[in-house]
């Protein structure tokens, strides 16, 4: 898993991408490569919602116009989904100013849910592979070790 924060003139947005590298992909059916593209979409279709959820309970409110900018969304071809507020002044929020203490909201939200999101695709990968790998020498045990790596910038 890798976690891009990007801010641009106040907006804010936090990417989390899900990083599946599989060898033994290929002894997976279409059929089952093709359910497993899916169930990994609905994880990151819910993990985006989790995480706006998330945030919306930890967003300071004075007018409500930046919780209300608060929004996800998927890019099904990347396995990512960003978050983030829409309102001017969400990165000032977030990272604070000379005059302002940092409120953390967004960041803090996806980092947490990136563990639960990072648990079910893990999940979703041994439920599809389970039973479907085969070692290449009779009698021999395979076992499948799945790596996540995150790395958090700002620029």
Same mark, same amino acid.
């Given at each position: 898993?890798? %976690?891009?924060?990007?801010?641009? !003139?106040?907006?804010?947005? &936090?990417?989390?991408?899900?990083?599946?590298?599989?060898?033994?992909?290929?002894?997976?059916?279409?059929?089952?490569?093709?359910?497993?593209?899916?169930?990994?979409?609905?994880?990151?279709?819910?993990?985006?919602?989790?995480?706006?959820?998330?945030?919306?309970?930890?967003?300071?409110?004075?007018? !409500?116009?930046?919780?209300?900018?608060?929004?996800?969304? %998927?890019?099904?071809?990347?396995?990512?989904?960003?978050? !983030?507020?829409?309102?001017?002044?969400?990165?000032?929020?977030?990272?604070? #100013?000379?005059?302002?203490?940092? =409120?953390?909201?967004?960041?803090?939200?996806?980092?947490?849910? =990136?563990?639960?999101?990072?648990?079910? %695709?893990?999940?979703?990968?041994?439920? =599809?592979?389970?039973?479907?790998?085969?070692?290449?020498?009779?009698?021999?045990? &395979?076992?499948?070790?799945?790596?996540?790596? #995150?790395? %958090?910038?700002?620029?």
């Amino acid at each position: 898993m890798s %976690v891009e924060i990007e801010t641009a !003139g106040g907006e804010l947005s &936090v990417t989390i991408q899900a990083t599946v590298e599989l060898e033994d992909l290929e002894e997976m059916s279409d059929e089952q490569s093709s359910q497993l593209e899916e169930d990994i979409h609905e994880i990151l279709d819910n993990a985006g919602a989790a995480i706006v959820d998330h945030a919306r309970g930890l967003v300071p409110i004075r007018t !409500g116009a930046l919780y209300n900018s608060i929004y996800y969304e %998927v890019d099904e071809e990347q396995l990512s989904v960003t978050a !983030g507020a829409a309102a001017s002044y969400a990165a000032f929020v977030e990272l604070g #100013t000379r005059k302002m203490a940092a =409120r953390p909201f967004l960041i803090q939200a996806a980092l947490e849910e =990136r563990e639960e999101m990072n648990a079910e %695709v893990e999940e979703a990968i041994t439920s =599809r592979l389970q039973g479907n790998l085969e070692s290449d020498e009779p009698g021999n045990v &395979v076992t499948v070790e799945i790596e996540g790596v #995150t790395n %958090v910038s700002q620029d």
